[in-house]
């Protein structure tokens, strides 16, 4: 009677050590993925590491070792909390692995030793990292290292939704030549507003919707700086010119002088903003190469082509045409086992190849990082990877890396909202900026 | 008895406070780090060097990969395969290259193909350059700089050592930006508003508005209306302040409701600062005024009945009692309520935050939300902890002060002194 009970535990005890015997002979490393402002259509920022951990695992294997990833992914789908946690994650010693965020994040990080290049880990000849566009490379490095792999690129357009603009007098062909008049500056800034005017004027949108900007601050507002002939950064200096950003801040006062623009358009909800967009609530708006994604996939605004013209930012006074591209790089983060970050570096190179990044660059309507990804034919048949790329990428600015570029965001955008509410008057917000960069940057910025 | 007490007080009074103090005379920051740095000749720092050291910092602005006896030694104590160092030796003898690229292009070309990893480790050893290296101590970058030939005075290694920190220094400068920057004013002044207007209308006047008003009614009345201002109170504040959004947005009850009379449809919360602020008062006000009414009530009902009979008996009408017995007898809760929710107002933000996040364009934005996001929580991601703490500092001295005055208005000590009677 005894003897099936003993038998029984007896039996479990030898699985259950078989079983940790099995896992004990196998390397586990447990890789962790965090990414920023990643919806729904970016999952693979951070899932494209499944995939690469499988790759290397079967590379392992073949090579006779034994090697088992378990990829923690941690998305984060906007950016205050996710930069905050990262942070205090890294002062805490409790960082991730790998970390897919926006370029700019590299000189402060770098800085307070929170991330390693991944230079020093990766072989920047070997495919696909040398296949990488340069100038991508170049945005993903600091003070002459190569602190990150770019993720992936964008650029950001104007949008003009078609059937108004033909309401107000554009023809078809014109509405077709419009990117080629923007891009040499014949369509400006101010074309825009009284296009935006007109729409309203006609009723065909309500009031303040004519214009209809991002809800929230991004670096899409970099864009009308460098329209009004701003520049950001000079021989590794911040630039603050003073005349280009009080026309940049001008323009947004003048908009919601106009009515174009609502005075409180900023910190709207982001979800009312994007259905107010895809049913042709806005007449002309702006927008990244993403937004395709989101307007198609979530939004329901099926038939794109037909109904959204899309071109570069126009040229302001005393600026030309431009867009702004503005990458997210995976990071390696410090505090980890040189095993481990090997690993994870060898993960990013997997995941950086073009077929897996294609997956990225369309489902999120993002653009490719190298010139064979956009021969993967998941990349050549998309209409809109193909002709946003074509239209856009040549022309695309990117903020710089620089440890202090982040204060110098932080003051331009406060006051930029200021003068847009009408919280100060425009000269009082440019002085205001002027007077805080002098005092917190010094002489670490230009202004001019 | 005492030591307990105290040992309470400093944990979880004074040593917050204390931290504060120490964060807000640092420019600890995302860049700087909160641990401490380390010394690291970067292009920033070669810049900051040009003009007081123009010869060193032109000797080390540029990465110098040199395959030298040194590095081949302790290739060899490494360890691994032979043929990379012999190669070296008879081939790439004395070659300088560039860029760590460039080295190991030329390492990777050996003949035993050396993989990733020992590329990494080989190009290691040439590294004769100090430029990008992070060194954990100072003497670390003086004894290769003088490796590299640069013997430095003591005054000079102050120098290179305070360009290449990249940690956190100690400095007033936060204060000097708060004393100059004309949006702290702002921020100040908006706080003041906020505080001021919360505290009066709602938190004290409306509060003593409900006691006195639900003490005239019958109890059982009383006790449903007494309820009901609760609720603000025991809501969830993430769900109240949500239903206060449903009531305000676009497609909001409001603008719905404004809609049938043919107003366009508007975002009321943030459409002006004025609507903004009226809406975040009215928040903060609705959960404020039910802590007063709660202290109020019970301090009514202590008053021993008698008075109120006796002053009928008189013939007082109604606002007479209130003023000659109910008043009088409320200067203790009163002062407790006036203070206790000025501190509150002053340090509390997570309604406004949820509203309107300090918008529109920074119009209610208060002094504890700007530290918040100075310090924590900001969309570029660069957290000031230095400057933030310095904020909240000024929050602790703001709030003692304001508690002397208050002790001071309503003579704490007439309150607290023994009654003449049973003397």
């Not at chain 1, 900023?266 to 190469?289: C, F, L, Y």
């Not at chain 2, 949006?183 to 505290?199: G, R």
């Amino acid at each position: 009677m005894t003897v099936l009970p003993i038998l029984k535990s007896a039996t479990l005890a030898a699985i259950l050590f078989a079983s940790t015997a099995v896992f004990a002979s196998a390397k586990d490393v447990t890789i962790s993925v965090w990414s920023g402002g990643s919806g729904p259509n970016d999952n693979y920022r951070t899932d494209a590491f499944d995939i690469a951990a499988d790759i290397l695992e079967r590379e392992a294997a073949i090579r006779g070792e034994q090697l088992n990833i378990i990829v923690q992914k941690t998305p984060y789908s906007g950016w205050e909390d996710f930069k905050q946690a990262l942070t205090l994650a890294a002062e805490a010693k409790k960082a991730p692995n790998i970390v897919a965020t926006g370029h700019e994040d590299i000189g402060p990080w770098a800085q307070a030793g929170l991330i390693v290049p991944v230079e020093k880990f990766i072989d920047l000849d070997s495919w696909p990292i040398s296949d990488i566009y340069p100038n991508l490379m170049e945005i993903t490095s600091f003070n002459g290292a190569v602190y990150g792999i770019p993720q992936d690129a964008e650029s950001r357009p104007f949008f003009f939704w078609k059937p108004y603009m033909k309401e107000i007098g554009y023809s078809d062909a014109d509405i077709e030549a419009l990117p080629a008049k923007v891009e040499k500056g014949e369509y400006t800034l101010k074309n825009v507003l009284e296009d935006a005017k007109k729409m309203q004027d006609k009723g065909l949108v309500q009031a303040g919707y004519g214009f209809y900007p991002r809800n929230s601050n991004g670096p899409d507002y970099w864009q009308f700086y460098t329209s009004f002939g701003g520049v950001m950064e000079e021989e590794g200096k911040l630039v603050f010119d003073k005349a280009a950003m009080k026309r940049t801040y001008q323009y947004f006062a003048d908009l919601v002088k106009a009515g174009v623009t609502k005075k409180n358009h900023i910190g709207m909800p982001g979800d009312q903003w994007w259905k107010e967009v895809a049913t042709g609530k806005a007449g002309i708006w702006h927008g990244g190469t993403w937004h395709y994604a989101r307007l198609v996939n979530q939004e329901g605004l099926k038939d794109f082509f037909n109904n959204v013209q899309f071109t570069l930012i126009p040229a302001g006074e005393g600026g030309k045409s431009n867009t702004l591209t503005h990458p997210l790089a995976y990071l390696l983060m410090a505090g980890h086992t040189d095993e481990a970050t090997r690993i994870a570096a060898d993960l990013i190179k997997i995941a950086s190849e073009p077929r897996i990044n294609a997956l990225h660059a369309i489902k999120s309507a993002h653009l490719g990082i190298s010139p064979s990804e956009t021969k993967v034919d998941l990349y050549s048949a998309d209409r809109w990877a193909s002709e946003a790329t074509e239209r856009l990428l040549p022309h695309a600015n990117a903020m710089p890396n620089n440890a202090d570029f982040g204060k110098y965001w932080t003051i331009m955008w406060k006051n930029l909202e200021a003068s847009w509410t009408g919280a100060k008057t425009v000269d009082a917000a440019v002085n205001d900026a002027e007077t805080e960069l002098k005092s917190t940057l010094g002489a670490a910025i230009i202004i001019r | 008895m005492i030591a307990p007490a105290a040992i309470m007080i400093f944990l979880f009074f004074l040593m917050p406070v204390v931290l504060t103090a120490i964060f807000a005379m640092t420019n600890m920051s995302t860049a700087t780090g909160i641990s401490g740095g380390a010394w690291q000749v970067t292009q920033g720092a070669i810049n900051r060097l040009k003009a007081d050291m123009p010869d060193l910092a032109g000797g080390i602005a540029e990465p110098r990969f040199v395959i030298d006896e040194e590095g081949l030694a302790a290739l060899e104590a490494l360890k691994i395969k032979a043929g990379f160092s012999i190669e070296l030796r008879t081939s790439h003898m004395g070659e300088v290259f560039p860029s760590r690229r460039e080295a190991e292009r030329m390492i990777k070309a050996l003949k035993d193909r050396p993989s990733t990893r020992e590329v990494k480790q080989i190009s290691d050893l040439f590294n004769r350059s100090v430029l990008n290296t992070r060194f954990e101590n100072r003497d670390g970058l003086m004894a290769s700089l003088n490796k590299l030939g640069f013997t430095l005075t003591p005054a000079e290694q102050e120098t290179v050592a305070a360009a290449t920190y990249t940690g956190w220094v100690w400095t007033t400068e936060n204060f000097k930006i708060i004393g100059n920057s004309p949006d702290m004013a702002q921020i100040f002044l908006n706080t003041a508003f906020y505080v001021s207007v919360t505290l009066l209308l709602f938190n004290v006047s409306y509060a003593l508005f409900l006691a006195i008003t639900t003490h005239y009614m019958p109890a059982s009345t009383a006790s449903i209306f007494r309820a009901i201002w609760l609720l603000p109170r025991i809501t969830p504040v993430v769900i109240y302040v949500l239903m206060w959004k449903w009531l305000t947005w676009d497609s909001g009850f409001i603008s719905m409701f404004m809609g049938q009379f043919g107003y366009p449809v508007k975002n009321y919360l943030l459409d002006s600062a004025y609507n903004a602020w009226f809406f975040v008062i009215l928040i903060n006000g609705f959960i404020g005024a039910s802590m007063g009414m709660l202290v109020f009530s019970s301090a009514i009902k202590a008053i021993p009945q008698t008075q109120f009979h006796a002053s009928e008996v008189d013939g007082a009408s109604r606002w007479q009692q209130v003023r000659h017995v109910i008043l009088p007898q409320l200067r203790w809760p009163i002062l407790f309520v006036t203070c206790y929710q000025t501190l509150s107002l002053l340090a509390s933000f997570n309604e406004i935050l949820l509203s309107t996040r300090g918008g529109p364009g920074r119009a209610t934005e208060v002094w504890s939300l700007a530290a918040y996001h100075t310090a924590l929580n900001n969309y570029t991601g660069n957290l000031e902890y230095g400057l933030g703490a310095a904020m909240a500092l000024v929050l602790v001295v703001v709030g003692i002060v304001l508690s002397l005055i208050y002790l001071r208005i309503f003579r704490y000590d007439t309150l607290i002194s023994k009654p003449l009677i049973e003397d």
